[in-house]
């Protein structure tokens, strides 16, 4: 039967992933939109809760959705068990550890917790992760994820965006670095509708040449 077929199991776990993490953010939101802020005096109160949801199961049922151990509620056999996201709760972590001005090491912690804990996330997560890593001065780790970013897409702006950073950072290499963005911006350019593409995502490597030139006193 067609269920058999690997290509269905592979459908089935991807809308497996799907709904989990659509549950997992649900919780979590629920969590958050308890405080009318983050501040130091609940900081541990919120993310105590977060890490409650880790390994949790939670059940959905159409639209409706309860964590294990709910108050109140009783399995009818209709729901999915799925387990909670790690990968969705450490993002959110990260958000809050960011928002109330943690150490940065802090931040990469968390940031390098949700992209090992799913690729869908990671893709999203590693240009963010690798200029963390250039401004804490982790310049090989960067160095990795920037390869790792070209990798999985050679059209990204983001490889050029970290190179530039290590070239200005570590290397103290001014010039290269805005040759590196000049060479980015080109290659949008060449790309199918690069024009349109260069204000969307090309400012990122404008900005970087501009404080390379300001280096070169330029």
Not at 7 to 22: F, G, L, P
Not at 47 to 62: E, F, I, P, T, W
Not at 113 to 136: C, F, Q, R, W
């Amino acid at each position: 039967t067609a269920k058999n077929l690997p290509m269905y199991k592979n459908i089935k776990d991807i809308e497996n992933q799907i709904v989990s993490m659509q549950a997992t953010v649900m919780l979590i939101q629920d969590v958050i939109g308890g405080y009318a802020d983050v501040t130091d005096n609940n900081y541990d109160e919120i993310m105590g809760k977060l890490d409650a949801l880790s390994g949790k199961k939670v059940y959905v049922d159409g639209s409706e959705y309860h964590l294990e151990g709910e108050e109140g509620f009783t399995l009818t056999g209709k729901e999915e068990g799925y387990t909670c996201d790690d990968a969705w709760i450490n993002m959110y972590k990260y958000s809050v550890v960011q928002y109330i001005g943690k150490d940065e090491k802090v931040i990469a912690e968390y940031l390098s917790k949700a992209a090992e804990g799913s690729d869908y996330l990671a893709k999203l997560v590693n240009p963010l992760l690798a200029s963390t890593y250039v401004g804490i001065g982790e310049y090989e780790k960067a160095e990795t994820l920037a390869e790792k970013i070209r990798e999985d897409n050679k059209e990204s702006v983001d490889y050029y965006m970290v190179k530039a950073m290590l070239s200005r950072y570590r290397d103290k290499d001014y010039q290269k670095g805005a040759d590196i963005c000049v060479n980015g911006l080109n290659m949008l350019a060449s790309i199918p509708d690069g024009d349109d593409y260069i204000p969307q995502m090309g400012y990122i490597l404008s900005m970087q040449k501009t404080l390379n030139y300001i280096m070169l006193e330029d």
